[in-house]
């Protein structure tokens, strides 16, 4: 985990280097200020040189100068990543984020044309898009389009998966036909298809899709209309098993999608047993290798909590979850005593209420079931949100936030070991 360091540790790369341009530029001004006390005059390829160095002390005094500064943040740090209105959207909704294999950041969003009503809304249109950073969330490349299914239909729903072991970046979502949603798709029909692209270039381009449907959903079912993947909330298991959160309908439940060879196949796991019903679920692998799976509730205060000790294999409820308002949320493992961090650390996003505000963060110990020790990002409008580890070992929050409501904006917001256990 890295930490900011505090005035009397030592000093950085980067603060060395700073330094050392400036013993080499005070050098410079000596070396001629020597000659004309001393009444001696520079050859002109003496004084070629000396302004050459010069120059160059200069330039990299400059730019050590800006990477100082860049490297002394102040946490949070929130960057707008989407906003209403932007590219002729009319607004973006349902943020996921993951960290490629290069430390870039990918924050993913659904892209609607005309309103804010979901997938399936009459007259509805929306693309799948994505931003990239290479800077940890300072700076977002532009939106770029990674499907347009067609006018008035939808993709959706995103769900990213780095594999640690290829390289490969993940992606899963929805493709839905004009006015075909959650309640109005047809069993045993492709009205909603579930499909997956991957990257290998760390989210600069993306392959074709793979229509996984049948996988995914039961066709025989008279009742299963749809599988919907995340949002978010995948994961890769220590033994490199690729889980994929989902929820069904109709009733509402939950089921995974996993793949033991790097996702050449997939296979769906059981539909897990919930009578009281849940959807929008986030898996974690906690530091003891023990999987949970956080869902979000139809009915009730709070969330739905079960886990696995099988990698997913099967699921057992062990209890209500957090306390909040019926939304997406997210859940991300931070940090492991068994990597040197002081704790076992497991992390949570959500609005801490009344209602879609106040986007909060909470943080899990070691064994407890309970978290604790919340940290306000914001006080007003605040819905869906989405987590993950930077490489640097801070925690990147992709969520949206608004003044008037919770959907003007889609916002990254990084904060780091310091800012979630303030001294």
Request: with cysteine.
């Amino acid at each position: 985990m890295w930490e900011r360091r505090n005035a009397s540790s030592s000093l950085s790369t980067s603060e060395i280097r700073y330094e050392t341009i400036v013993t080499l530029w005070g050098a410079v001004r000596r070396v001629g200020r020597r000659r004309s006390t001393q009444g001696k005059t520079l050859s002109n390829s003496e004084n070629l040189k000396m302004k050459i160095v010069a120059i160059f002390a200069s330039t990299l005094l400059i730019l050590s100068g800006m990477a100082v500064a860049l490297s002394g943040d102040e946490y949070p740090r929130e960057t707008v990543v989407y906003s209403q209105g932007e590219s002729g959207y009319f607004a973006f909704r349902i943020p996921a984020i993951a960290t490629a294999a290069d430390g870039s950041l990918l924050a993913f969003a659904e892209a609607r044309k005309h309103d804010l009503s979901d997938p399936g809304g009459k007259g509805q249109d929306i693309d799948l898009v994505v931003k990239r950073s290479t800077d940890g969330g300072r700076n977002w490349s532009p939106l770029k389009i990674v499907e347009d299914p067609g006018e008035y239909w939808s993709a959706a729903n995103p769900a990213a998966l780095l594999d640690r072991q290829t390289g490969r970046m993940w992606l899963f979502y929805v493709r839905c036909e004009p006015e075909r949603s959650t309640d109005t798709a047809r069993p045993g029909t492709d009205d909603v298809r579930n499909l997956v692209r991957f990257s290998d270039d760390h989210g600069v381009t993306w392959s074709e899709p793979v229509d996984v449907s049948r996988t995914a959903r039961d066709y025989d079912d008279p009742q299963w209309r749809v599988t919907i993947p995340g949002p978010g909330g995948a994961v890769q298991t220590k033994s490199g098993r690729l889980l994929i959160p989902c929820w069904k309908y109709a009733p509402f439940r939950n089921v995974v999608l996993l793949s033991d060879d790097h996702g050449k196949t997939w296979q769906r796991g059981p539909v897990i047993d919930n009578p009281s019903g849940s959807d929008e679920p986030q898996l974690v692998e906690r530091c003891d290798g023990i999987l949970w799976l956080d869902c979000r509730q139809q009915q009730g205060l709070q969330r739905h909590l079960f886990e696995s000790r099988d990698e997913g294999a099967t699921w057992s409820p062990i209890g209500p979850g957090q306390t909040v308002t019926p939304v997406m949320c997210a859940i991300e493992r931070f940090t492991c005593r068994s990597a040197g961090g002081e704790h076992d650390r497991i992390v949570w996003s959500g609005p801490r209420g009344l209602g879609r505000k106040g986007m909060t963060l909470w943080t899990l110990y070691d064994d407890d079931r309970d978290f604790k020790n919340p940290r306000l990002l914001w006080d007003g409008p605040a819905a869906y949100s989405d987590l993950t580890i930077l490489q640097d070992g801070t925690v990147g929050v992709l969520w949206e936030k608004g003044t008037e409501h919770p959907y003007q904006q889609i916002v990254f917001t990084c904060v780091d070991l310091s800012w979630v256990e303030p001294k």
